[in-house]
């Protein structure tokens, strides 16, 4: 996600729209002076706002003199984002918090912290309330798995603390045997656990929080799009490692059956699944019961509505169908149109999942894993779970038209997507791209004098680039956008059938001059789906947050690529070519920079017209196979590649 930054307080508020403003050679000796000032400024801050997530024995309580919030924090103790009221509470805490003023504040906030420090509530409330703070809304925040380790680390992963040198206990997670023998899903362990991957889901549920007003038109479909994605990467890693694909686990459509997959996340203060656990009839929470029974009805209610083609809102008035409107009422967000007759569905999934081992709640026994965003993507039934989510949109996407060659044409004549190779940065072979696995230690916080090491497995890619050539026989210049794409070859070749499989890898946009053939190369690190690089509390102590990025949603970056296979996993890169200048949703959008894709620009609408996804968001069943469609759409290609796992 890019933030859009209002630089008014500084006196330059046409630094990011007023293309003059960068022809003026002094006012541009002016801008570099005002954004090192800037970044000073934002350095300072971050060391303050740093007190709200870790302890400072240096930093003593003489400054409690702002009793009035700080006596008033309390813990949420059994907190989740998928209980609308806990959620509302949570930020209406925030927004009194950040009307407070920044010192009372991160005193409040640093209070909490050390009476709570291994609360996700704490964590989550203090994110949004610095979101909420106009001083701090675009500080650097410190990365999750540094201030919520307990939530993010199995016990096993503890090597010593750094102080001491002291061996911290290992603790076996499986008793006898191979892990991956007994239970087959553990060939992914190290996928759903990745560090990245959880914060990932964290930090965008975090910047599009259901209870709260619709941060941009089409969250809907975003959170469509976003879920739908991680799906299908999770997928490329299942055919991998010889997994099937994910199949649905939901009201009526499995949960009649017990759930197979048990999971032992191995997490303070989250509890295990046992394999063959039924769903029971109603689960307890808080003051809410949630019935098994008013869930199917609303899974009912929900495809009708896709047949219909409208949904109903509390006037009984029709509202038409769109996939933002689909998205926003199965998540239940404040964008429902209508959450008393539809239901509260995604939450309610994640609430009964989490509890099976104490649906009631009468024996006080902490929940699993699908109760928190931070946590959820560890667990395999939350793919399950999501793919009977999707399962709605993929309901809506099978009643709209297939698209057609002139849907997928551009709509300027003369260019042509001529070749597209990839090159490896330590490999003379193209289309031959690599991943390995490795060893990463992460320092973790609870007191800042006082950090320990964490070992974990993590996937990574060598990094590799890009070769688009394009030719423009016009006489005027083109602005172009790629959408690149991959997808594993499967046992059928059949494109509709693997629609949902493919990848986006990147979007980007281009000019290119009218009578060029242009070799456009691009670096895999520049992907619009990636996280831009944040900061971590070693650099925000050194000084350094004010060159980070502002923005913690993005796909982790060493995720990028699938981890293909010590063979080589063979995959197709698709790449289609559209005009920008339709494309875009205004004059203001230039290019499409950051994380945009999964998580669009913050204060802003999504800088794409097309349909998150687009082409591969309705059916193709005009084509049989992917070279087919290519064959017939000049402004697209698609390569042969493979994928090999060094290590």
Avoid at 253 to 264: D, F, S, T
Avoid at 273 to 296: C, E, K, V
Avoid at 569 to 592: C, H, I, S
């Amino acid at each position: 996600m890019e933030a859009v930054v209002s630089t008014q307080s500084t006196g330059t508020t046409s630094l990011f729209k007023t293309a003059d403003f960068y022809e003026s050679f002094v006012l541009t000796n002016m801008v570099t002076e005002c954004c090192k000032t800037q970044k000073i400024a934002i350095a300072d801050l971050a060391k303050k706002v740093l007190r709200a997530f870790v302890k400072d024995h240096n930093q003593e309580s003489d400054m409690i003199e702002f009793v009035s919030i700080t006596e008033s924090l309390e813990d949420i103790p059994k907190f989740t984002v998928f209980d609308v009221n806990q959620l509302k509470r949570a930020h209406e805490t925030a927004r009194r918090l950040a009307d407070a003023g920044l010192e009372e504040m991160i005193t409040a906030l640093s209070d909490l912290k050390s009476r709570h420090p291994n609360s996700f509530y704490v964590d989550y409330l203090a994110r949004i309330a610095l979101f909420e703070c106009p001083e701090t809304k675009f500080v650097p925040l410190p990365p999750a798995h540094q201030t919520l380790q307990r939530v993010m680390f199995q016990k096993s992963k503890y090597v010593r603390t750094l102080e001491t040198g002291v061996k911290v206990s290992q603790r076996r997670r499986f008793a006898l045997g191979n892990p991956a023998v007994q239970n087959p899903e553990h060939k992914l362990d190290w996928w759903r656990e990745d560090p990245g991957l959880s914060e990932h889901h964290y930090n965008w549920h975090l910047y599009y929080p259901a209870s709260e007003s619709l941060k941009m038109e089409r969250q809907g479909e975003l959170f469509a799009y976003m879920h739908e994605q991680m799906l299908a990467r999770y997928n490329c890693e299942r055919l991998a490692v010889g997994l099937p694909l994910v199949v649905p686990y939901g009201p009526g459509v499995g949960w009649e059956n017990p759930l197979p997959e048990g999971y032992n996340p191995n997490l303070e203060g989250y509890s295990f699944r046992a394999l063959g656990m039924n769903i029971p009839d109603s689960t307890t929470r808080g003051s809410s019961i949630i019935l098994t029974g008013n869930m199917i009805y609303s899974k009912d209610r929900l495809l009708t509505v896709i047949a219909r083609g409208h949904l109903e809102d509390r006037q009984g008035q029709h509202v038409p169908l769109s996939m933002t409107k689909l998205g926003c009422t199965v998540e239940a967000n404040v964008g429902s149109v209508n959450r008393y007759l539809y239901g509260n569905v995604h939450n309610n999934g994640h609430v009964v999942l989490a509890s099976l081992n104490d649906p009631d709640g009468r024996y006080d026994i902490e929940a699993g894993p699908m109760i928190n965003t931070l946590t959820a993507a560890k667990d395999p039934v939350f793919y399950r779970w999501h793919k009977f989510v999707d399962s709605f949109f993929e309901y809506f996407r099978k009643t709209l038209d297939p698209y057609t060659k002139q849907d997928l044409q551009i709509e300027l004549e003369g260019i042509e997507l001529m070749d597209v190779a990839v090159n490896s940065s330590d490999h003379p072979d193209q289309n031959q791209l690599f991943t390995q696995m490795k060893e990463k230690y992460y320092l973790v916080y609870i007191e800042k004098e006082n950090p320990e090491k964490v070992l974990q497995q993590v996937l990574d890619y060598t990094p590799f680039q890009y070769t688009f050539t394009v030719k423009n026989t016009r006489k005027d210049a083109a602005k172009v956008v790629f959408r690149v794409f991959l997808a594993p070859y499967r046992h059928s070749d059949e494109l509709d059938e693997r629609r949902n499989d493919f990848i986006e890898l990147d979007r980007f946009v281009e000019e290119i001059e009218g009578g060029e053939e242009k070799k456009v190369l691009r670096d895999s690190k520049d992907s619009s789906v990636l996280l831009p690089q944040g900061v971590t509390i070693e650099e925000i102590l050194a000084g350094d947050a004010g060159k980070a990025a502002t923005c913690g949603c993005g796909w982790p970056r060493n995720l990028l690529l699938p981890r293909g296979t010590q063979e080589g996993m063979p995959v197709q890169l698709y790449v289609l070519v559209t005009d920008w200048a339709l494309d875009a949703a205004g004059p203001e959008f230039k290019d499409l920079t950051a994380s945009v894709s999964y998580c669009g620009k913050q204060g802003s609408e999504y800088p794409d017209k097309r349909p998150m996804g687009f082409p591969f968001d309705r059916p193709l069943t005009n084509w049989r196979d992917m070279k087919d469609m290519v064959s017939e759409v000049k402004n697209s290609h698609v390569s042969d590649l493979t994928i090999t796992l060094k290590n």
